[in-house]
């Protein structure tokens, strides 16, 4: 690595630990030592900016734990791919990530309360990178959303109305037709 390229890594370290990047993540991406990355952003804290310090990144399994969680994950990650394209498959583009976390918040409405933040965003980035998750298209609404191995919830498509289960019921119900009688009484 050549000095031109260890000033833009601390560089791009600079600016991840500004707009909130954990330290856990800026030294992953960068591939700063995770000691080092967290001594930077401490004096970056010192000197008044205001940086993140969470130690732990979440995972689907803490983001994603009912029908709401999924659905504004599936519009961020939605968002995310479209403006990326197919390379978030490969690398996660935090340029994207970044561009894509500044129009969420339109698209979720405004009296929305969601706990997606910078990191989690990057987790699902992260997620779907490395073929964990992935965005799969509903066969009864035809509209896509993300599913993680790692997430808690058994919600399927978030954007489907529940089933009615007394329908469900009375559509499997053996049929009068051909010697079949109802269930008695």
Same mark, same amino acid.
């Given at each position: 690595? #050549?000095? !031109?390229?260890? +000033?833009?890594?601390? +560089? /791009?370290?600079?600016?991840? =630990?500004? @707009?909130?990047?954990?330290?856990? +993540? @800026?030294?992953a991406q960068e591939n700063i030592e995770r000691e080092k990355? &967290?001594?930077?952003? %401490?004096?970056? =804290?010192?000197?008044? *900016? %205001?940086?993140e310090h969470k130690q732990r990144l979440q /995972?689907?399994?803490? !983001? !994603? &734990?009912?029908?709401?969680?999924?659905?504004?994950? /599936? !519009?961020? $990650?939605l968002t995310y791919i479209i403006l990326g394209g197919n390379a978030v498959y490969r690398n996660i583009e935090c340029s994207i990530l970044e561009m894509a976390f500044e129009i969420y918040p339109n698209i979720q409405g405004e009296n929305t309360i969601s706990n997606l933040d910078i990191n989690s965003a990057w987790s699902m980035a992260k997620e779907l990178r490395d073929g964990d998750? *992935? $965005?799969?298209?509903?066969?009864?609404?035809?509209?896509?959303?993300? @599913? /993680?191995? %790692?997430?808690?919830? #058994?919600?399927?498509?978030p954007f489907c109305p529940p089933k009615n289960k007394r329908s469900i019921f009375i559509s499997r119900a053996p049929s009068r037709k051909r010697g079949h009688h109802a269930l008695p009484h």
């Open positions: 690595m #050549t000095e !031109l390229d260890k +000033i833009f890594k601390w +560089i /791009s370290a600079y600016e991840m =630990a500004l @707009i909130g990047y954990s330290v856990p +993540i @800026i030294a990355c &967290r001594a930077f952003v %401490n004096k970056l =804290a010192q000197r008044g *900016y %205001n940086v /995972s689907s399994k803490m !983001l !994603l &734990r009912n029908k709401e969680d999924k659905i504004y994950a /599936s !519009l961020f $990650m998750a *992935y $965005m799969k298209n509903c066969v009864e609404c035809d509209m896509p959303y993300f @599913i /993680s191995i %790692n997430e808690h919830t #058994t919600v399927k498509c």
